[in-house]
Antibody, heavy 120, light 108 residues
């Protein structure tokens, strides 16, 4: 069974930093591109960042470019999101999501999410 | 970025009703579209990909259609477990993946 379990969320002050983790199991983690998608309270979904299976290709939404860094450790079956210079508008539930096996960019498995609150 | 507009933003329906949700892209996206279902406090679940292909394990009462800029998700006979929020997502433009604003299906 595919499982994605996020951790690392919490309350942080504006300008602060936080590192999110996603532990993957039930599939060959090193074969899949992985992603972070966020959802502000009561709002819709926003794609944040993607990383290819071997970390060769990394992409960010304009809203987080230069502040967030995605990474992965295939030996540990883990995905990470380092978030710096956090702003109030970064407050959201952050989901780890697996890219579907096919060519197109769909998300076939999601974690339960971890809440990040940026507030003074 | 490609903008995705869903309508309606909410719909009230009864068990057994046929429900149709639409999603419009700001530019043509061929058939690169997915639909997700999200229940309160839960992660989204992939229902439909490539506009009309049913994800494994998803009941056949869900169907998708469309191409280019206009897409629909249809629930042929609404079941109690279908009350949720539904999102479309375009996969034509990457990076720059975008979702629709969501459609909440509520109990009438």
């Amino acid at each position: 069974e595919v499982q994605l379990v996020e951790s690392g969320g919490g309350l942080v002050k504006p300008g602060g930093s936080l590192r999110l983790s996603c532990a993957a199991s039930g599939f060959t983690f090193s074969s899949y591109s992985m992603n972070w998608v966020r959802q502000a309270p009561g709002k819709g979904l926003e794609w944040v960042s993607s990383i290819s299976s071997s970390s060769s290709y990394i992409y960010y939404a304009d809203s987080v470019k230069g502040r967030f860094t995605i990474s992965r450790d295939n030996a540990k079956n883990s995905l990470y999101l380092q978030m710096n210079s956090l702003r109030a508008e970064d407050t959201a539930v952050y989901y780890c999501a697996r890219k579907w096996f096919g060519e197109s960019y769909y998300f076939d498995y999601w974690g339960q999410g971890t809440l990040v609150t940026v507030s003074s | 970025d490609i903008q995705m507009t869903q309508s309606p933003s909410s719909v009230s329906a009864s068990v057994g009703d046929r429900v149709t949700i639409t999603c419009r892209a700001s530019q043509g996206i061929s058939s690169w579209l997915a639909w997700y279902q999200q229940k309160p406090g839960k992660a989204p679940k992939l229902l439909i990909y490539a506009a009309s292909s049913l994800q494994s394990g998803v009941p056949s009462r869900f169907s998708g259609s469309g191409s280019g800029t206009d897409f629909t998700l249809t629930i042929s006979s609404l079941q109690p477990e279908d009350f949720a929020t539904y999102y479309c997502q375009q996969a034509n433009s990457f990076p720059g993946l975008t979702f629709g604003g969501g459609t909440k299906v509520e109990i009438k």
